[in-house]
């Protein structure tokens, strides 16, 4: 805080120091340096600056984190006043130091006749931008539910008023294969349909990197950044790639401060949010929490049955509502993985000619994907057991070694070490206070039977069946 040894000016010197440290070099140079500290009366700094937009620009991009070192060096109660030229000039460019690095030399480029294209055609003279964006992936094709609303809506507002809203850059994150990147393909043909005159961009993070590589390997960084900054625009797809790629970094730094500035739109994903972002740089991180960050979840129940009608009409398949229950029910996965289940049960039932029924579904998916089953345990096989020999659950676990009872134990045994987790001593103990070694004897017994004796072969698969069955 301000102290008698210090006038606001020499302390206006140490906010500067701190706002270089989290600024780059041009938009230090441009918002900032030309600043003049006029007067501070122990609550108020005023502070001169060159024209209107520069108030517009502090106030809107830049008071995160300059309110922290205002309080910090000025006192809490500190509150700003810009005093604004009535005549302002533009202010003029500044340019950059000979020794600085090829990313940090550039100024904003006008003449964007001769800009490389990263995506230009071989063969092609004119430059042309491709959008990049999958024609499937629209917001009628993207299934909205309570697992994704808040994206979807902040998607939708941004594609109305791109560069012009509380969320930019947009930052969309959740786990693998649920949506993200449908969800902002969507947004940008929203826009290019609202707004045709616009540039639109969407880019993975590998690719951008490897365009990277090859500006710098050709020495091309500037037109590389240059190019980027045409965009109005920029969906960048798995932003968590850039985890210690320090020159992408500095060029992505410079790409994002000059959008923004400009006024443009960022859009990003994630596997995670900004906060879990690993070896990125600090200065970067602070921007991604900028606009809104907007989780996407695993669909819930409703919107899994929304998912598989979509799909089932999309393939043409007459799906009944057994089966979409039944689907809905079973599958724990994510969207790519319900929709991907969904197409190999109806490629199945095309080839083999069947209905698509429950008990297909059952067959084909286990292979296909993961199915909901409840843990088997000891007790369960024991009660499944006794209810289809007929025997009570006293009898069974009597000192009774008749051989009706001794049979079901062995059964039950033999199933418990197939289908359950549980060391021989445990199985033992469960079923009659027995030893690992006659569990071990039991599970031979049954197995020699199940080759000899066909119909015991038969009544321990009809058990079998009904204990997977849960």
Known sequence: MLNNSQTYSDMWKHCLDRIKAQTSEEEFRKWFQPIVPLEFDGTTLRLRVPNESYVRQIEKNYIPFLKPIISQLYGQQTRLHYAV?????????????????AIAQFNTQTNTANIKNPFVIPGLKKIVIDPQLNPNLTFATFIEGECNRLARSAGMSVAVNPGNNPFNPLYIYGDSGLGKTHIVQSIGHEVRERHPELQVLYVSMNKFQAQFQTAYKNGEIPDFIHFYQMIDVLIIDDIQELTGKTGTQNAFFNIFNHLQLAGKQLILTSDKPPVELKDIEQRLLTRFKWGLSAQLNTPDYDTKLKIIRAKAQKLGAQISDDVVTYLADNISANVREIEGALSSLVANASFLGRKITTSLAKEILKVYVKINQKEITIDHIIEVVCQYL??????????????????????AMYLAKQHTKAPLTTIGAAIGGRNHATVLHSCKAVSNLLETDKAFRRQVEEIEKRVLAQ
């Open 390 to 411: 007929n025997l009570d659950f006293e009898r069974f676990n009597s000192t009774e070694r008749t051989r009706e009872i001794a049979q079901a134990r062995q059964i």
């Open 85 to 101: 030229p009535r005549a302002a000039a533009q202010p003029v460019p500044v340019a950059s130091d000979a020794d600085t690095t």
